[in-house]
T-cell receptor, first 113, second 113 residues
Framework: GQSLEQPSEVTAVEGAIVQINCTYQ??????LSWYQQHDGGAPTFLSY????GLEETGRFSSFLSRSDSYGYLLLQELQMKDSASYFC??????????????FGRGTSLIVHP | DSGVTQTPKHLITATGQRVTLRCSPR?????VYWYQQSLDQGLQFLIQ???????AKGNILERFSAQQFPDLHSELNLSSLELGDSALYFC????????????FGPGTRLTVL
C-alpha cells in the first residue's frame, strides 16, 4: 500500500519563499513528481526527482531524500499567480511490473499581497 | 495548451444513466491515463492504457470501463451513474520512461442529478 502526506494549506506573502513538504510510504518507489493546479484548471507538471538532492527550475526547486521518504517543493519570489494547489505524486511499482501513479491530496497555497 | 483534448467539457445527467467521456492524447504519446477528482480531493487514478492495451488499474469501479482505440484516442464509460460520481474527470497522456511527465487535458465536469 501507499500514502502521501502533505499540508492541506499554506499561506505566504508576495515575494516570500515557501516550502511544501511531502512524505510518502510506498511499496516500491520510482520518483517523486510535483504538479500545480489552478482552480478549475488542469494539473501541470512542475518537477521530478528520481535521485536524492535538489532540482532547480527557475523560481521552483524540488528536493528528495529517499532514505527519509521525504521531499519538498520550494517556491521563491512568490507571485500572486502562484496561488494554486500543489500535488506531490509517486509512481508505485506493482508486483505485476506496472506503475501506478498516486497523488497526494494537495496543498492549497494562498499568496497574499 | 497541453495538447490533450477532452470532450465534452461539461456533462449533466441523471442517476442510473450511462455516459462516455472522450480523450485524444498528445501527438506521439502512447499512454493515456484517466483520473477522477472530486471536490477537495486529490486525483484518483482510475486506469491506464498503453498503445491500445490496458497497462495499469487503480480504484476503478466495476460500473466504469475504458478502452483505447487504434488511433490512440480513449474513452471512459461510466454506467449506472450515482450522485457520488459527480466529479471532474481528467485524461492525461505521456511518453513512458524518464520523468514520466503527464500532460493533462482540460477535464470533463460530470454532474449527476
Amino acid at each position: 500500500g501507499q500514502s502521501l502526506e502533505q499540508p492541506s494549506e499554506v499561506t505566504a506573502v508576495e515575494g516570500a519563499i515557501v516550502q511544501i513538504n511531502c512524505t510518502y510510504q510506498t511499496s516500491g518507489f520510482y520518483g517523486l513528481s510535483w504538479y500545480q493546479q489552478h482552480d478549475g484548471g488542469a494539473p501541470t507538471f512542475l518537477s521530478y526527482n528520481a535521485l536524492d538532492g535538489l532540482e532547480e527550475t527557475g523560481r521552483f526547486s524540488s528536493f528528495l531524500s529517499r532514505s527519509d521518504s521525504y521531499g519538498y517543493l520550494l517556491l521563491q519570489e512568490l507571485q500572486m499567480k502562484d496561488s494554486a494547489s500543489y500535488f506531490c505524486a509517486v509512481r508505485e511499482i506493482t508486483s505485476g511490473g506496472s506503475y501506478i501513479p498516486t497523488f497526494g491530496r494537495g496543498t492549497s497555497l494562498i499568496v497574499h499581497p | 495548451d497541453s495538447g490533450v483534448t477532452q470532450t465534452p467539457k461539461h456533462l449533466i445527467t441523471a442517476t442510473g444513466q450511462r455516459v462516455t467521456l472522450r480523450c485524444s492524447p498528445r501527438s506521439g504519446d502512447l499512454s493515456v491515463y484517466w483520473y477522477q477528482q472530486s471536490l477537495d480531493q486529490g486525483l484518483q487514478f482510475l486506469i491506464q492504457y498503453y498503445n491500445g492495451e490496458e497497462r495499469a488499474k487503480g480504484n476503478i469501479l466495476e460500473r466504469f470501463s475504458a478502452q483505447q482505440f487504434p488511433d490512440l484516442h480513449s474513452e471512459l464509460n461510466l454506467s449506472s451513474l450515482e450522485l457520488g460520481d459527480s466529479a471532474l474527470y481528467f485524461c492525461a497522456s505521456s511518453v513512458e520512461g524518464g520523468k514520466n511527465e503527464q500532460f493533462f487535458g482540460p477535464g470533463t465536469r460530470l454532474t449527476v442529478l
